[in-house]
Structure formats: structure tokens, C-alpha cells
């Protein structure tokens, strides 16, 4: 009995090490394959003015997102972002009743909440005080009863519509489009966010037609704009080619122009 149970399990030892090796080899082999499938990489440099008598600059923390297929393929989609009616930052604080300082001071960082910014001592105090950081500093001082506690959670004290609310309205604004775009193409929506010269890269990018688009509108100067455009990726597109120049001034070197229009005057 012993003799004949010995090969049995050499046997079953033997095709247990060999169907390891074939799954090991048809992984590395997956692997491999999508390793070497052709990609491509686009880099943005998005540079802007605010009116004619600026200077162009890189625009700073900006998210842009690469929907799949063609202009054509998304029509739908971009008459949706086009079309909306997001109401302006300026409109949005001025209907909450918020200080004149503290629809500069967001205006200043291009913000969208209280968030993007330090807030300092010099905005809590003396000439360039806004009111309502005034106010969630008092009130931390009387809960933490120490002046710098007071400044750290000073953002819980400012009423949640003037802390996010303007960033919170663009988020669900931002969903509703990413849905629908995910929806239609049955791919992922790629996104990156600008450096602070305005360059960006989207890498690992297959073959074909995209939309490159910044859905939710940037206010620049007086404008609102959008950026829509169509981008050709062809295998071995390298970042250190050419960047793709977008803009909202039109120029022979730009090959993405803005949609621009002007902000709305606001309702008192």
C-alpha cells in the first residue's frame, strides 16, 4: 500500500508545481502585454489674460478632464456645460449678504471656499480685516479660550454657505457631468489640475479622439470661460513634444480657445 501511494502523491505534487509555473507565465505574459500596449502622453500649458491690457500668465490650479470620443460623440455633453447657468462666484456671496472684504479676498486667490488660503492675523485684525473672520475668531476665542486654537478652527465657525457652499454647488454641478460622461462612454474620465505655471500632464493615454474639457467655468476678469475642444492622441505622443497650448486670447500656437462670455450683473 505504501508503494503504490508514494508516486500517487509525487504525481499530484508534480502538477500542482506545474500549474503554478503556467500561471505565473500567463500573468507575466498579461502583464507584458499591457505594458507594451501604445500610449500616449498630452501636456497642457493653459496660459490666460484677464482683459486685453494684462498680461498672459499660466492659470494656476485648474482642473481639466480628457472625456472619450469625439466632439461629435459628445455634443450632448458640451451643450450641457455650455448652457449652464452656474451663478457667479460675486453673485453667490452678494445674495448671502457677505462683506465686501470677503468677496475680494476670495476674488484675490481665485477661490472657491475659505479653504484655498491661509487666513492670517492681518485678516483678522487691523485694515485688512474681513468681518467674518472677525467674528469666527471672537467666537473661538470664547470655546477655546486661546488665540491660536481660535485662528487653527477658525473655519468652523464661519456659517457653512460662506465656508463651501459656492465650492459645494460647482461640486454637484461638476457630478451631474462626470455621470453623464460616464455613463455615455463607459470609460473612466481622466482629470489633472494645473501647476502654478498652468502646465499639466494626462499620461497612459490610448490612441484615438478626446474632448479636453474644464466643465465647470473659471471667472476671469469680468468673463466667464469654458474650454471644449477635440484632441487627436496618436500612439507615442511624448510630453516633451510641443505642449498643447490652451487659452482664452486667440493666437496661430493655441490649439484649444475658451468660450467666453460676460458674468452676469449681480441681483441686490
Known sequence: ???????????????????????????????????????????????????????LKGLARKRFFLIRGSLEQNLELVHAIEQSTLVSRDCYYSKLGASDQLIAWLKIGDCESIYCRDVGEEFISGPKAVPEFTRAFNAGQ???????????????????????GFYQSRQAF????????????????????TDSNGTAYFTDLEPGPYVLSSIVPTELGTNSVVWNCEVQVKTGDLATEKPYLVSNRKDKNVKCLAAERRLPTCEK
Not at 470664547?142 to 463651501?164: H, M, Y
Not at 457630478?175 to 470609460?187: F, G, H, K, V, Y
Open 142 to 164: 470664547k470655546e477655546f479660550g486661546n488665540d491660536q486654537t481660535a485662528i487653527k478652527w477658525l473655519s468652523t465657525n464661519v456659517p457653512a454657505n460662506l465656508r463651501d
Open 174 to 193: 461638476l457630478q451631474s457631468i462626470l455621470n453623464r460622461a460616464r455613463s455615455s462612454s463607459d470609460t473612466q474620465v481622466k482629470s489633472v489640475m
Open 1 to 55: 500500500m505504501t508503494r503504490s501511494f508514494i508516486p500517487v502523491a509525487r504525481l499530484a505534487i508534480i502538477v500542482i508545481l506545474l500549474g503554478g509555473l503556467l500561471l505565473t507565465a500567463t500573468v507575466t505574459t498579461g502583464l507584458s502585454q499591457d505594458s507594451d500596449r501604445p500610449t500616449g502622453v498630452l501636456r497642457l500649458r493653459v496660459r490666460v489674460k484677464t482683459d486685453d491690457a494684462a498680461p
